[in-house]
């Protein structure tokens, strides 16, 4: 499958009120089936926010409480779901964006590797151990979060591992939206492939983020871009033209690793 629907989920969230949260998820879920997606992303700590002072009540394991939630919508509404959560893994908690297939099934958890100490994310989280690349329908697909965007090795290490879209959920303030929207492009345009990132928007806690979720194809132009209110916005892409543009400029042959 090389033609794919896909949904961005651009939601405000209520900080620390992770049943108004999944309602409004619900809803959006609904909605990106109805037009025909196969996939819907929704933005970094989607049913919480950054309410880290109360992470360790807030975080579930994988499979109960929202994760399980997440997985009964997928299969209800026959769409692959990501966006990222608080997950607790015994003593700890990651912020963590589990893959759920439109048959439940968990096709992996990429937990975020880079902590934002900015939002004091060191104190609440661990950080993740490991990038994530799963083979999915449409080809292969790599996941990071928010401020991993600012760390262009890794996109570099899973373009070279063959993905051709990586996927970032994210809560990035309105007052860096530029380099948001700069990022974005760039990670596109020096791996060629297609980067899909959702933001949240609007006033969480005592912060205000930036919206501008938006797809970038491969030759860094946007498919589609929202500006910043709350809203759901859909688009086609073709991951075969990840192909098309590797082979125009063969960025991959010519690198030099030996040499940096």
């Given at each position: 499958m090389a033609k794919l629907i896909i949904s961005l989920a651009q939601m405000n969230i209520a900080l620390g009120d992770v049943r108004k949260n999944s309602k409004t998820a619900e809803e959006m879920v609904v909605e990106a089936a109805k037009r025909g997606s196969h996939l819907i992303v929704f933005p970094e700590l989607w049913s919480t926010g950054y309410a880290l002072d109360q992470s360790r009540e807030l975080a579930t394991p994988l499979n109960v409480g929202v994760f399980a939630m997440v997985a009964t919508l997928a299969t209800e509404n026959r769409i692959s779901i990501v966006g990222s959560l608080l997950e607790k893994r015994g003593l700890e908690v990651s912020n963590s964006a589990a893959f759920i297939a439109p048959n439940g099934r968990m096709m992996g958890v990429y937990r975020k590797v880079h902590l934002f100490r900015l939002m004091e994310e060191d104190r609440w989280l661990q950080p993740g151990a490991a990038p994530l690349l799963m083979e999915l329908?449409?080809?292969?697909?790599?996941?990071?979060?928010?401020?991993?965007?600012?760390?262009?090795?890794?996109?570099?290490?899973?373009?070279?591992?063959?993905?051709?879209?990586?996927?970032?959920?994210?809560?990035?303030?309105?007052?860096?939206?530029?380099?948001?929207?700069?990022?974005?492009?760039?990670?596109?345009?020096?791996?060629?492939?297609?980067?899909?990132?959702?933001?949240?928007?609007?006033?969480?806690?005592?912060?205000?983020?930036?919206?501008?979720?938006?797809?970038?194809?491969?030759?860094?132009?946007?498919?589609?871009?929202?500006?910043?209110?709350?809203?759901?916005?859909?688009?086609?892409?073709?991951?075969?033209?990840?192909?098309?543009?590797?082979?125009?400029?063969?960025?991959?042959?010519?690198?030099?690793?030996?040499?940096?």
């Open positions: 329908p449409w080809g292969t697909t790599g996941i990071a979060i928010c401020y991993d965007l600012r760390f262009p090795e890794l996109f570099r290490r899973y373009a070279v591992q063959g993905a051709k879209m990586i996927i970032i959920p994210a809560e990035w303030p309105i007052e860096r939206v530029d380099h948001w929207r700069t990022l974005l492009q760039a990670r596109a345009i020096e791996n060629q492939c297609y980067i899909v990132a959702t933001n949240s928007v609007g006033q969480t806690g005592d912060k205000v983020f930036g919206g501008h979720s938006m797809i970038v194809d491969p030759w860094g132009k946007i498919v589609v871009e929202v500006g910043e209110t709350p809203t759901l916005a859909t688009a086609e892409i073709d991951v075969d033209y990840v192909d098309v543009v590797r082979a125009k400029i063969p960025v991959f042959e010519d690198r030099r690793p030996d040499v940096y």
